[in-house]
């Protein structure tokens, strides 16, 4: 042990002693790994050293005679002391490859002629989060977003969500938690995919000592060939100390193209000047890239951006179509007249449709009208004069047939 540990452990007797009660000390202990459970005494010199778990005795040791018993199974061969400090005052535990078995409230009582110390240790496992992944798939028959980690204990809690933000009707989140036979976790949160937004995960440990955070954006843009290019990529978070990565897909071959380090602020680029920050040392986590000339055979392709920092990192897929010049000054002169014609040919046909509606209303209004103008004539006929012969007729809606054979 280092001088730090064992002078904490000597204030905490001297507080003990000075108030008459022990504090709990809390220790965590790295999952398959050996551990150590403080007690710190004053030696007289017959001393005998008890602990316990939960008060099941799991080791006691009395100087010069050595180990008395060590009677819980679970702990045989597993725990020992530091025999050649105990006459000094030192009857710390030792537990090899601690597990979730070994979590819970231990007690160390030590004995002699003089007086009894006791001493209360709460001990947790913890199997540390090293890694977050975050990545898309369509193993559901749509495609998902889905955050994962593995080899954890006790089980994480994951956190989905988007910017901007959506629903978690819409989004339909689902959480699976899979201990392994030792008893870590392999944890996967998965999300549906949608368009246009940054996919962000945070991912706690159990005691909350662990906070990791990871994001994943997703588009496709436009470029022309022969002019400089901006790609996006902004971390949501504000980031410190970070390195940034810049990769290029083109089929199946991958390169990286440029990498900075914040903290050194060296950069490289295998392209030369033909890449470079947007923003000069990618301040606040704008990894955002220019590229100047861009050429279509050569550049076309999946641009990878990753921000990487402590626990946290942003990653940003674009797909990078570059058009030649030719092309875009065909489709930017067809976009600026296309609404000339397009309008005379939108009226004429509103006017074509709204004519034939009319005269289809028309005849059909007409016919119905006839119809029952006829019905009601045996009981109620409309009468109406003609100014020129004093005839009476109904002339409402009058047929063809009728105007040719009404009397001049």
Known sequence: ????????????????????????????????????????????????????????????????????????????????????????????????????????????????????????????????????????????????????????????RVTMFTEPAVPPDVLQPFTRKTPDKQGRYSVESKIRKLKDLTYICLVQSFYKSQTWRTSLQEKEIFSIEGQDFNIPCVAP???????????????????????????????????????????????????SLQLRSLLRLEHTGTYTCTLSALQTKHEVHTRVNIIPAITAQILSKSSTHRWIPATIITGLAVTVVATIIWTITCKVGCSKSSQTQVEAAEMQPIRVTDANSGALFDDTCSTEEEIANRPA
């Open 1 to 156: 042990m280092t001088a730090a540990p064992w002078t904490r452990l000597i204030l905490v007797w001297i507080i003990a002693d000075t108030t008459g009660k022990t504090p709990d000390i809390q220790v965590t202990c790295m999952f398959s790994e050996d551990c150590v459970l403080p007690c710190v005494f004053e030696a007289v010199g017959d001393e005998i050293v008890y602990w316990f778990r939960q008060n099941i005795l799991i080791h006691s040791y009395e100087q010069g005679s050595g180990l008395l018993d060590q009677p819980d199974q679970h702990y045989n061969n597993r725990t020992s002391l530091f025999t050649e400090v105990v006459s000094s005052g030192n009857a710390s535990l030792h537990i090899q490859k601690s597990g979730p078995q070994d979590r819970g409230k231990y007690r160390c009582l030590v004995t002699s002629s003089g007086e009894t110390s006791e001493h209360f240790i709460i001990v947790k496992v913890e199997a540390p989060i090293h890694s977050v992944s975050l990545k898309t798939t369509r193993l559901s028959g749509f495609e998902e977003v889905i955050c994962s980690t593995r080899d954890v204990y006790p089980a994480p």
């Open 237 to 287: 978070w504000n980031l410190q100390n970070f390195t940034l990565t810049w990769s290029f897909t083109k089929g199946h071959e991958s390169s990286t193209v440029y990498t900075y380090d914040s903290l050194t602020q060296l950069s490289s680029s295998v392209w030369k000047e033909k890449a470079r920050l947007v923003t000069p040392r990618g301040q606040g986590g704008d990894g």
